[in-house]
Every structure is written in C-alpha cells, then in structure tokens.
C-alpha cells in the first residue's frame, strides 16, 4: 500500500470479534466492541484502516516452541468452548482471533518498515502479554507483540527494538519470551501486588535489557508520570531501539474493576505522547502499539481513543 502523505493505520479484524468467552468473562467481546464505536467518530476519518491478516506458523515459532501452537491448535474447539486455565479460555472462533491479533503486529511493522504508515494501532484480540513460551494464560493465547518485535529484527534487520507495557498487570509472558534477548528491551508498568505476581524491580533480565517499574495499589497518575520519566524512557533512550512496540493496556484506569489504580485518560494521552516523542528522536519515529488489557468499557474506550489520536498526531 503507497499513501500521498504518512498516516496511522489501523488493524483490526472481525474475526477478533469472534473469540467468546464464558458468560460475566471480564476478556469480552464488547470491549473491542467499544473501541471500534469509539474510533468510529469523525476525528478518526483519517485512520488508514486494514482488515489483519493471519499470522503464519513460522511468525509466531519466532515467539514460541512449536508444541506451544500445537498444544493451541489442538486445544481449538470445533464448537463450544473449552478452558485452558481457569482465566483462559477458546471458542471455536479463538484460533483464528489469536493468529489475527499475531498477524497484526507482523502486518503493523511491514507497513511501518516500508513507509505505507507512520505508526500503528492493532485494535485486536485476544491480548498476549501473559502469554508465555509454553503457557497460555491471563486471557492470553500468543505473545503478539514479541511476535511482532522479533518479525522487526528478523525479517526486516533491525537490531534493537524496545517493548514498552504500561498494562496494570506485568507482561510476564512478554519478559519470558525476551529475557534471554539483548536485542529486545523490555520495560513494564503495573501494579504490584497484583496477578500474575511477577515483575519485581530485581528482575533485570539476562542481558539487563529488563525494566521493571512496580506501582503500589492506588498509585495516581502523577507517580505513574514520575516513574515513567525517571525509569522507562532514559532506559528506552540507552538502548536505542530503531522501532518502539507498545503493549497498551488501559486497566491501569481509575474505573477499572480488575486492579486498583488511579490514572485517566489525561494519563495516557501523556504517555502516549512522551512515548511517540522519544521514538521520533531515537526510532525514526516507528512506532506500533497493540491492545492489551481494560476492562471498564467506558473507560476503556475513551482511554483508547486518546492513545490513537496521539499516534495520529505524530504520524502527519
């Protein structure tokens, strides 16, 4: 795809609309449901909008062993649904949501890499954060975005990426899929203690490539700022990544029923922007930022909306 000008693309898929979960489940199908009403609004006109395509074998075993998408595959059920964990679960619509939301993160960065569009947002799910090299978990089936960070050094030569998970919960899977990876920074947000129990400030990582930043329940938008400046971007900023993934949870909200901080939409557009910011002087300006967590459906598409419409703004 060739554009007169740069632009925001966004990825998103109905197939994503199809992944169920059980009855009261919060990984429901209204949040994305939510999200492309709210992106719907005229602002959002601008939006170079694709449907995602399906991630290949080989794309997501750049993430994963291949018993763990064997292990997928065969637990995918032909119809009902089936639980993998007591969090976890698969309709008969699962598998092919899982490999969209993998395969957006591989589309996002090809159309970033080849100038098609400035940054990305992949309005999909189920998310991928918690999803471990031989794990499923925390609603998580694949590790999209590592997916789409290793897709960025491997097929495209890049060196150095960074992730960048301000998601309430710690991206336990995305730090087991990167630990052993000096190429590939990983720097989390989230509240601590809080499921999954990982993400103390001590875990650093093989190469020291870790950056992990608790926040104690209740913390407000202000200590998250201050931690964000002081811990996550000088550490992004050292690394020198050539392309900034976002893992963009919005559950660290104040409304949010799953966890007990207290940031706003202002929040996020803040980072958001700091984010977009610091990859214009260190990334070229590539960025591309998949959905995670949040869970408030109000909150959830308002904090959404905010974090794309500052990706728009950089991407002019």
């Given at each position: 795809?060739?554009?007169?000008?740069?632009?925001?693309?966004?990825?998103?898929?109905?197939?994503?609309?199809?992944?169920?979960?059980?009855?009261?489940?919060?990984?429901?199908?209204?949040?994305?449901?939510?999200?492309?009403?709210?992106?719907?609004?005229?602002?959002?006109?601008?939006?170079?909008?694709?449907?995602?395509?399906?991630?290949?074998?080989?794309?997501?075993?750049?993430?994963?062993?291949?018993?763990?998408?064997?292990?997928?595959?065969?637990?995918?059920?032909?119809?009902?649904?089936?639980?993998?964990?007591?969090?976890?679960?698969?309709?008969?619509?699962?598998?092919?949501?899982?490999?969209?939301?993998?395969?957006?993160?591989?589309?996002?960065?090809?159309?970033?890499?080849?100038?098609?569009?400035?940054?990305?947002?992949?309005?999909?799910?189920?998310?991928?954060?918690?999803?471990?090299?031989?794990?499923?978990?925390?609603?998580?089936?694949?590790?999209?975005?590592v997916i789409g960070a290793r897709h960025a050094l491997e097929a495209h030569g890049l060196s150095r990426v960074a992730i960048i998970d301000f998601d309430v919960h710690h991206g336990n899977g995305s730090q087991d899929l990167v630990w052993d990876d000096p190429r590939i920074l990983f720097a989390s947000t989230h509240q601590?203690?809080?499921?999954?129990?990982?993400?103390?400030?001590?875990?650093?990582?093989?190469?020291?490539?870790?950056?992990?930043?608790?926040?104690?329940?209740?913390?407000?938008?202000?200590?998250?700022?201050?931690?964000?400046?002081?811990?996550?971007?000088?550490?992004?900023?050292?690394?020198?990544?050539?392309?900034?993934?976002?893992?963009?949870?919005?559950?660290?909200?104040?409304?949010?029923?799953?966890?007990?901080?207290?940031?706003?939409?202002?929040?996020?557009?803040?980072?958001?922007?700091?984010?977009?910011?610091?990859?214009?002087?260190?990334?070229?300006?590539?960025?591309?930022?998949?959905?995670?967590?949040?869970?408030?459906?109000?909150?959830?598409?308002?904090?959404?909306?905010?974090?794309?419409?500052?990706?728009?703004e950089f991407s002019g």
């Amino acid at each position: 795809m060739v554009l007169g000008r740069m632009a925001t693309l966004l990825l998103t898929h109905p197939d994503c609309l199809n992944h169920v979960t059980p009855d009261g489940h919060p990984e429901r199908v209204a949040r994305l449901q939510a999200i492309l009403d709210a992106l719907d609004a005229p602002q959002f006109a601008p939006l170079l909008r694709r449907e995602a395509r399906l991630a290949t074998d080989a794309e997501v075993l750049r993430a994963h062993p291949p018993a763990h998408l064997d292990r997928i595959r065969a637990a995918a059920p032909s119809y009902g649904g089936t639980s993998l964990d007591p969090d976890t679960h698969m309709s008969e619509g699962s598998l092919a949501a899982a490999l969209r939301a993998a395969g957006a993160n591989v589309q996002a960065v090809d159309a970033v890499m080849t100038g098609a569009a400035k940054n990305a947002f992949a309005a999909v799910r189920p998310p991928g954060h918690h999803a471990e090299a031989m794990r499923p978990m925390g609603f998580c089936l694949f590790g999209n975005v590592v997916i789409g960070a290793r897709h960025a050094l491997e097929a495209h030569g890049l060196s150095r990426v960074a992730i960048i998970d301000f998601d309430v919960h710690h991206g336990n899977g995305s730090q087991d899929l990167v630990w052993d990876d000096p190429r590939i920074l990983f720097a989390s947000t989230h509240q601590m203690p809080l499921y999954p129990g990982t993400g103390r400030a001590e875990e650093t990582g093989a190469h020291g490539q870790i950056v992990n930043v608790p926040l104690p329940a209740g913390a407000d938008g202000a200590q998250f700022r201050r931690q964000i400046a002081r811990l996550v971007l000088p550490a992004v900023a050292a690394h020198k990544p050539e392309m900034i993934f976002i893992s963009a949870g919005f559950d660290a909200h104040r409304d949010d029923p799953l966890a007990n901080l207290a940031l706003d939409v202002a929040d996020f557009t803040w980072v958001t922007r700091e984010i977009l910011a610091l990859a214009a002087e260190v990334a070229g300006g590539r960025v591309v930022s998949t959905l995670e967590g949040g869970y408030d459906l109000d909150a959830l598409a308002a904090s959404t909306a905010a974090h794309v419409e500052v990706l728009m703004e950089f991407s002019g």
